[in-house]
């Protein structure tokens, strides 16, 4: 499929296969055997390094390539490394392309940690094939810095990104420029998530002398599902996968049919409706 200059609408059978892509991402992480459809080869690994002050290399997601595409996929938090770049919210100049604006500190020095890779095994592929930018969570954000930089600074020119449950990544100079430069952009998120609400539009001094501001990068789709779980259920990837996947069920069904264990299990996302533990007000 060739690229395009129309603006991309949102197509419920790429955002179903993009997360359970990006599932496979959070496998890889774990060690679990990849599974990806027919006809992709995984070409790279992605290895960056989480944490502030002394940051440690994670698998944080790869690339795979069919005849007709080309997918990165991010996953999200999953170690306390993860968690303090995620709280890493000061801003720093976005380093890839002139006067874009300022972006999330944490989310920027992981991008960077592996960018020079990245774009140096994009760059061994086809530029006729079309290319997909998939991230969940802290890789939603990763996944909006590197599309950005993919589409200024390699052969890529409208890759299409498709991020779930992604907090904000930049100052609304940066988001503004993605805007502009990005049209093929997806950001789904479940209104009942918190992490899309973070960090928060505005930190006015004295937080820092002149305060922090954040947007969110176009285009929005809203998905709705209250599963009682703030930070876990309502913004799990298989629970994401779980709601998109009612929009198409057919070819949900038929895509996980066809490669088994390539979708997440989505049996737990169901509302939580436990009660405080017996012991929990037990004194000495």
Partial sequence: MKNSNIKYIFNSEDAIFLAAMIFQSYQLFEKE??????????????????????PEAEVFGFIAESPDEIVIALRGT???KDNESDQDLYQVPYPFVTNAGKTHRGFTCIYQSTRNELIRELNRLSTTKRLFVAGHSLGAAVAVLATLDIAINTGFKHPAVYTYGSPRTGDPDFTSRFNQTVKNSIRIFNVHDIIPT??????????????LFYRHVDTKVP??????????????????????????????????????????????????????????????
Avoid: M, W
């Fill in 33 to 54: 055997p990849l599974i990806l459809p027919k006809g992709f080869e995984l070409q790279y690994t992605i290895c960056a390094l989480a944490g502030v002050e002394e």
């Fill in 78 to 80: 999953r170690t306390f």
């Fill in 198 to 211: 973070l960090p928060d539009r505005a930190y006015p001094a004295p937080f820092t002398k002149d305060g």
């Fill in 223 to 284: 998905l709705s599902f209250q599963l009682n779980s703030l930070p876990v259920r309502n913004h799990e990837i298989d629970c994401y996968f779980r709601n998109l996947s009612k929009k198409n069920p057919g070819f949900a069904k038929t895509l996980c049919y066809e490669t088994p264990g390539f979708c997440p299990d989505t049996g737990e996302c169901v509302p939580f409706k436990g009660l405080c533990s017996e012991n929990s007000g037990d004194g000495p």
